[in-house]
């Protein structure tokens, strides 16, 4: 499984931004497909994640309410929908996909990272 994330940006606070991941290689209706970020001198955290079959979603805590997770399983393409941004969601964000059924953890698939950058 390849995959190329794209999307990133400068954007002012309150602004939105869409990211894309795009997927090749076969990917089976079980994986999972998440996205991280990582900002200087922090831990990757996972901020959301989707099953490829479809409808069972993960959001995590510091995003919730503000970003979704979708995917077009046609174009095989995986989205984060970025709303309502905060300076502190500046980061290089990641796709990844895995097999494993736990949410956060077992990620072995990796794209190279977009970078956001949100402005105050």
């Known amino acids: 499984v390849q995959l190329q994330a794209s999307g990133g940006g400068l954007v002012q606070a309150g602004g939105s931004l869409r990211l894309s991941c795009a997927v090749a290689?076969?990917?089976?209706?079980?994986?999972?497909m998440g996205w991280f970020r990582q900002a200087p001198g922090k831990e990757r955290e996972i901020v959301a994640a989707i099953r490829w079959s479809g409808g069972n979603t993960y959001i995590g805590d510091s995003v919730k309410g503000r970003f979704t997770i979708s995917r077009d399983s046609a174009e095989k393409t995986v989205y984060l929908q970025m709303n309502n941004l905060k300076p502190e969601d500046t980061a290089v964000y990641y796709c990844?996909?895995?097999?494993?059924?736990?949410?956060?953890?077992?990620?072995?698939?990796w794209g190279q990272g977009t970078l956001v950058t949100v402005s105050s």
């Open positions: 990844a996909s895995t097999e494993s059924s736990d949410w956060t953890r077992g990620y072995d698939y």
């Open positions: 290689g076969r990917i089976l209706s079980r994986y999972r």
